[in-house]
């Protein structure tokens, strides 16, 4: 379609749907395919891209999708919701080194390392995977056409690590886009925390809304009213005493989601500085060598230990169900050798 309806900016960890273009159908309108209606009110937009708009279930008439071989009658609401908000960003792109560990002509998932941006944005306008994924795939029809923006329908924090997926064209966007919409995706989180959590598994839920204090951070209400819905499912994989892994599975993708669940039970990431993470507040805490090792730990990972270690979803044109997964990062297994350790060191002695 047009290039605002394929851009891809400041998408949250799951990403809503923006209205890029609202039409109501004129009283006089007779009968006509959606997909030659919209080929000649939207600018630059081509037949091929609306139908694929249409197939990925962008296009909606009176707030049902529809397929491109729809009729519109005369009033339709047309709606065209795509995962992209409509805003334009020049993006320079950059010889960045990436981690790539699947790549086809639809998709491309890479491994993102900690203290990565995904997305330009205030004070961090170069040296992020946008940047570098301009360069890699610039050669691409679609980013061509696309005026050098790659096809992100998600991303993580930035001293989050792990797997991203990358549609290599308007087809794939959709596509995929939709999955993280309607909550399909299957994605696995590994998170350490503080604390010896009371339950083997368990769920947090609740909504998710910025800080009145903080507009940097998230926070957690039972108030429908002060955020979107979210839910974790969580499993513990390792006990350390004084901390624990965890792998987290999740049926919304909210902002911080995992961050801002763990911290509203008491248990916030280990180095979560936003979070209360870098606050020493479990184990020996009167001891000058426990301190000295904690602060070693947040030497060795100077960020949340959270990766995001699998991601399953429909390929686009397979339409199957593939799989990748991630080990975890250098820094993370680092921190949990060190306190596996120590938990056995503290036991025997």
Not at 100 to 107: G, L, R, S, T
Not at 138 to 148: G, L, P, T, V, W
Not at 238 to 244: I, K, L, S, W, Y
Not at 275 to 299: A, D, R
Request: overall charge neutral; charged content about 25%.
């Amino acid at each position: 379609m047009s290039d605002n309806l394929e851009h891809n900016e400041e998408l949250a960890e799951e990403p809503e749907l923006y209205e890029h273009f609202r039409i109501v159908v004129d009283k006089g309108q007779k009968l006509l395919r959606i997909d030659k209606f919209l080929m000649n009110r939207i600018e630059n937009a081509s037949r091929t891209k609306i139908q694929a708009a249409a197939d990925a279930g962008s296009i909606f008439v009176n707030e049902k999708p529809v397929k491109s071989s729809y009729k519109i009658k005369p009033l339709d609401l047309i709606s065209i919701l795509l995962a992209n908000p409509p805003k334009d960003t020049e993006i320079v792109p950059e010889n960045i080194p990436l981690h790539i560990i699947y790549e086809d002509e639809d998709v491309l998932l890479v491994n993102k390392k900690a203290g990565m941006v995904v997305h330009p944005g205030h004070n961090n306008v170069s040296g992020t995977l946008v940047n570098a994924l301009a360069y890699y795939l610039q050669d691409s029809a679609f980013m061509k056409e696309n005026n050098i923006r790659p096809g992100l329908v998600h991303r993580i924090d930035k001293n989050t690590s792990g797997l991203l997926v990358i549609t290599k064209n308007a087809m794939s966007m959709n596509f995929l886009a939709k999955q993280f919409f309607d909550h399909s995706i299957e994605r696995s989180y590994q998170a350490l925390v503080w604390g010896d959590l009371p339950q083997d598994e368990g769920t947090i839920s609740g909504y998710i809304g910025r800080s009145l204090r903080d507009r940097r951070i998230f926070q957690l209400s039972s108030d429908e009213n002060k955020g979107k819905w979210s839910v974790t499912h969580y499993k513990v994989l390792e006990r350390f005493q004084f901390a624990t892994l965890v792998s987290c599975k999740l049926e919304t993708g909210r902002t911080h989601q995992i961050r801002v669940h763990f911290r509203s039970i008491g248990h916030p990431l280990f180095a979560d500085e936003n979070y209360g993470g870098q606050e020493i507040v479990y184990g020996q805490t009167g001891g000058g060598k426990y301190k000295q090792f904690i602060q070693n730990c947040f030497e060795i990972m100077p960020r949340q230990g959270l990766h995001a270690k699998s991601l399953g979803f429909i390929h686009p044109t397979k339409k199957q169900a593939v799989f990748f997964e991630t080990e975890l990062p250098d820094d993370m297994q680092q921190v949990i050798e060190k306190l596996r350790k120590y938990a056995v060191y503290s036991e025997e002695n």
